[in-house]
């Protein structure tokens, strides 16, 4: 019914910038919220950054002033840039859909497939 596509992943070294991309499909009437969350090797996914349909934003503490999440309502659509990374910010970057009305159905979450960033020293 609806996906999430991503893109924007990659390789960059310390103090770099990427920016990630993703894209809902499906037929929607509304998203409440979407997100990037990332999960690094050993540790639990945790939330970067997400952002409403009305533009409240919230913000892992360790990547505040470093990244800036937008969204695109009428593309369904959110961006992650990130700026200045260090190396404890790689991980696989997921997005997140929450409370997406789609044809007569409501999906609490959705999840894309993932999209891995490194970051070298």
């Known amino acids: 019914q609806v996906q999430l596509v991503e893109s924007g992943g990659g390789l960059v070294q310390a103090g770099g910038s990427l920016r990630l991309s993703c894209a809902a499909s499906?037929?929607?009437?509304?998203?409440?919220?979407m997100g990037w969350y990332r999960q690094a090797p050993g540790k639990q996914r945790e939330l970067v950054a997400a952002?409403?349909?009305?533009?409240?934003?919230n913000y892992a503490d360790s990547v505040k002033g470093r990244f800036t999440i937008s969204r695109d309502n009428a593309k369904n659509t959110v961006y992650l840039q990130m700026n200045s990374l260090k190396p404890e910010d790689t991980a696989v970057y997921y997005c997140?859909?929450?409370?997406?009305?789609?044809?007569?159905?409501?999906?609490?979450?959705?999840w894309g497939q993932g999209t891995q960033v490194t970051v070298s020293s």
């Open positions: 997140n859909a929450g409370g997406v009305y789609v044809g007569s159905s409501y999906l609490r979450d959705v």
């Open positions: 499906g037929i929607i009437f509304s998203i409440n919220a």
């Open positions: 952002r409403t349909s009305g533009g409240s934003t």
